[in-house]
C-alpha cells in the first residue's frame, strides 16, 4: 500500500514535484500560505489542510519544500507545526536548502517524538522540478533513505544517500559554490567578448561544444543572451544559499575567495531590489562594473 504524503510548500519548485507524486497515484494532502497555490493540486484530488499540523495529522510521510531556514523551522517546529501533528513512527522530508546545523538540531527535536528525518535538497530548477529530472542529495539513515526512495524516483533522476544528518544540506552547498561561481565565469567570458568585438551567442555556440560546455552554459548563458531573467532559481534564493556556504566556511576556517566574488554580484542585485529575478542577471553586475553591455550600450529596461 502507498503510504499518505504531505507536502508543505507550494512555490516555483514544490508545486510540479507534489504535481508529480499525484499523478503517480499518491494520496496526498498539502498546504501552503496562498491558498491559490493549491488550487491546482485540489482539482487532480489533494486535499488541502490549513496548517503543517493538519497535514502531519492525515499522512505518513510529510515533505517541505520552503523558503530558508526561519520558513523550515516554523513549519516544522513551530505553533501548528509538523511536530504537533506528526505520529510516531513517520518520516519528515526537508527538501529545501538551508544549513547543516539547523538540519541536524531539527531532526534531534523530532527524534525526542519517534519522528524521523531526511535532509534532500535539489538541483535541477524548476525546469527539472516539471520534468521529474532532479538532482536530489540526502542525508540521514539509510533505512529511511531507502523508505523515501520510491518518492525520489518520481521526483528526481540523480539520488545519492551523501551521508548521515546534514551531509545532503552540506553537498547543496558544494552546489551552490560551483553554480555561483560558474554562472560568474560564464558572464565574465561573455564581456571579455563583447568587448573584443565577438559576438557572445557566437562564443557560447562554439564552447557548449567543448571541455568549457555545461548545462549552466546551455541555460543560463543563454538567458543572458536573451535577457530572459524570469525566475528558475530566485536571485534572493541564490544568495541566501551563498550566504549558508560563507558562513560553513567561516566556522569551518577555510577560503572560498571565489564564492566570495560571486557572492558580491548577487549582493549588488539584492542592492538594487533585483531579488525575483533568476540568479542568471548577475550579468547585469559584472555589465556594470566594466561598462560592457550584451545588449548595446546600457542596461536593458527593470525585468521586474
Same mark, same amino acid.
Given at each position: ?5 504531505? +507536502?508543505? =510548500? ?34 487532480? =484530488? ?10 502531519? !495529522? ?20 513551530? !505553533? ?19 544549513? &547543516? ?28 522540478? *516539471? ?13 529511511? +533513505? ?54 557572445? &551567442?557566437?562564443?557560447? &555556440?562554439?564552447?557548449? =561544444? ?5 548545462? *549552466?552554459? !546551455? ?35 577555510? &577560503? ?19 531579488? !525575483? ?28
Amino acid at each position: 500500500m502507498l503510504e499518505k504524503i504531505g +507536502f508543505i =510548500g507550494l512555490g516555483i519548485m514544490g508545486h510540479p514535484m507534489a504535481l508529480n507524486l499525484r499523478k503517480a497515484g499518491y494520496a496526498l494532502w498539502v498546504y501552503a500560505r496562498r491558498a491559490n497555490l493549491m488550487e491546482l493540486l485540489l482539482r487532480t =484530488g489533494a486535499v488541502a489542510c490549513f496548517s503543517p499540523q493538519a497535514v502531519a !495529522e492525515q499522512t505518513d510521510v510529510i515533505i517541505t519544500m520552503v523558503s530558508d531556514t526561519s520558513a523550515v523551522e516554523e513549519v516544522i517546529l513551530g !505553533e501548528k507545526g509538523i511536530i504537533e501533528g506528526a505520529k510516531p513512527g513517520s518520516l519528515v522530508i526537508d527538501m529545501s536548502s538551508i544549513a &547543516a546545523l539547523t538540519t541536524r538540531r531539527i531532526a534531534v527535536t523530532l527524534a525526542e517524538k519517534g519522528i524521523a528525518m531526511l535532509d534532500a535538497p535539489v538541483s535541477g530548477g524548476d525546469q527539472g522540478a *516539471i520534468a521529474g529530472t532532479l538532482s536530489i542529495m540526502v542525508g540521514g539513515k539509510v533505512s529511511q +533513505f531507502e523508505r523515501a526512495l520510491p518518492l525520489f524516483k518520481i521526483l528526481g533522476e540523480n539520488i545519492i544517500h551523501v551521508g548521515d544528518q546534514g551531509a545532503g544540506q552540506i553537498a547543496k552547498t558544494c552546489n551552490q559554490v560551483i553554480v555561483s561561481q560558474t554562472i560568474a565565469a560564464i558572464g565574465e567570458a561573455f564581456i571579455l567578448a563583447k568587448a573584443a568585438g565577438v559576438d557572445p &551567442a557566437n562564443v557560447r &555556440a562554439a564552447l557548449l =561544444g567543448g571541455f568549457a560546455g555545461s548545462r *549552466i552554459l !546551455e541555460v543560463h548563458g543563454q538567458r543572458m543572451l536573451e535577457r530572459n531573467f524570469n525566475p528558475g532559481f530566485k536571485t534572493k534564493l541564490h544568495h541566501k544559499d551563498i550566504k549558508i556556504a560563507m558562513q560553513t566556511a567561516y566556522e569551518l576556517g577555510i &577560503a572560498i575567495p571565489g564564492t566570495a566574488l560571486a557572492a558580491q554580484y548577487l549582493n549588488v542585485l539584492m542592492g538594487t531590489d533585483q531579488g !525575483e529575478l533568476d540568479s542568471a542577471a548577475m550579468i547585469m553586475a559584472q555589465e556594470q562594473a566594466s561598462a560592457i553591455y550584451l545588449a548595446g550600450d546600457s542596461l536593458p529596461e527593470d525585468n521586474n
